[in-house]
Nanobody, 124 residues
Framework: QVQLVESGGGLVQAGGSLRLSCAAS????????MGWFRQAPGKEREFVAA????????YYADSVKGRFTISRDNAKDTVYLQMNSLKPEDTAVYYC?????????????????WGQGTQVTVSS
């Protein structure tokens, strides 16, 4: 079992930055691939970024590539999402998720555990 708790969301102006954190409980955090997804009102949940269990491989949606950085600290059981150059279209609830290694990271159905989400609002 893994429980995930996101934090770090908030209101920021366009062009600003935020860092989201996702703290995990459970002894096996380091064996899971971790992902960030987001869901805007009236839209489906979409993939944002993912990192392999060891942190050596990262994946990004085209819409955030070059602006967002995912990382993890297995010693702290935490995954991060550094978001720079934020745009109003980045406004959404952001969720972290944990899944088995080797999963297809872009698909929500492949993740086993989900956090409750944290709101990110970017004003223009």
């Amino acid at each position: 079992q893994v429980q995930l708790v996101e934090s770090g969301g908030g209101l920021v102006q366009a062009g600003g930055s935020l860092r989201l954190s996702c703290a995990a409980s459970g002894r096996t955090f380091s064996t899971y691939a971790m992902g960030w997804f987001r869901q805007a009102p009236g839209k489906e949940r979409e993939f944002v970024a993912a990192v392999s269990w060891g942190g050596g491989t990262t994946y990004y949606a085209d819409s955030v590539k070059g602006r967002f950085t995912i990382s993890r600290d297995n010693a702290k059981d935490t995954v991060y999402l550094q978001m720079n150059s934020l745009k109003p279209e980045d406004t959404a609830v952001y969720y972290c998720a944990a899944g088995p290694p080797g999963l297809r990271v872009f698909m929500t159905a492949n993740y086993t555990y989900w956090g409750q989400g944290t709101q990110v609002t970017v004003s223009s």
